[in-house]
């Protein structure tokens, strides 16, 4: 079974800093998927971005990026600029694809606070 | 908004009783997977339906049980509830197989509450 596992259960960076979020994994399969999802106050889960593991080009999507380490098994979100709507919990994703069954397994998520 | 709807938004119970969660997947997605988010156990997938049928499952317990529509729209069911059973449940779906991101989008979630 695949694990994921986010060390940081919370973090504090200050607004137009840079964070970086951590999380490894744990898989025997080569081809899989890997993401980033935030969950702010609302509480509404909502996609940061995504990596497919046949890409050795990390992911980017605005100020989020991936530092994906395939060998290492890690895979970090990086933050920059932080803005105070970056306040959430951050939560690690993988996912096997087999078909048409493709469950997300979660780490425990890491509370981010973004202060003035 | 994702596009993926679920009703109620909240509700509150006593154990014991039995309930029912709903959701419609957006327009096309042919996936419903059904997860749970409580404080001890995490966000632990339940169970995934495709087109109608059972598809994968994960840590659901035997007094929960789920369907998928013919209009794809999905329930959770949810007996015997105990004070544990508390928790935000969500729905999300994803496209037909083919899609090269397998994205799932998330609804708002059902707040349950079992007193």
């Known amino acids: 079974a695949q694990t994921v596992t986010q060390s940081q259960p919370e973090m504090s960076v200050q607004e137009a800093e840079t964070v970086t979020l951590s999380c490894t994994y744990d898989?025997?399969?080569?081809?899989?998927?890997l993401f980033w999802y935030k969950q702010p106050p609302s509480r509404q889960m909502i996609l940061v971005i995504r990596?497919?593991?046949?890409?050795?080009q990390n992911a980017t999507e605005n100020r989020f990026s991936v530092n994906f380490q395939k060998a290492a098994k890690s895979f970090s979100l990086k933050i920059s600029d932080s803005q105070l709507g970056d306040t959430a919990m951050y939560f690690c994703?993988?996912?096997?694809?087999?078909?048409?069954?493709?469950?997300?397994?979660f780490g425990t998520g890491t509370r981010l606070q973004v202060t003035l | 908004d994702s596009g993926v709807t679920q009703t109620p938004k909240h509700l509150i119970t006593a154990t014991g009783q039995r309930v029912t969660l709903r959701c419609s997947p957006r327009?096309?997605?042919?996936?419903v997977y059904w997860y749970q988010q409580s404080l001890d156990q995490g966000l632990q997938f339940l169970i995934q339906?495709?087109?109608?049928?059972?598809?994968a499952k994960g840590n659901i317990l035997e007094r929960f049980s789920a369907q998928q529509f013919p209009d794809l729209h999905s329930e959770l069911n949810l007996s015997s509830l105990e004070l544990g059973d508390s928790a935000l449940y969500f729905c999300?779906?994803?496209?037909?197989?083919?899609?090269?991101?397998?994205?799932?989008?998330f609804g708002p979630g059902t707040r349950l509450t079992v007193l």
């Open positions: 327009s096309g997605d042919l996936s």
């Open positions: 994703a993988f996912m096997l694809p087999t078909g048409t069954a493709s469950k997300l397994t």
């Open positions: 898989t025997s399969e080569n081809n899989y998927y």
């Open positions: 999300a779906s994803s496209p037909p197989g083919g899609s090269s991101y397998n994205e799932q989008f």
């Open positions: 990596q497919e593991a046949y890409k050795q």
């Open positions: 339906y495709y087109n109608g049928e059972e598809r």
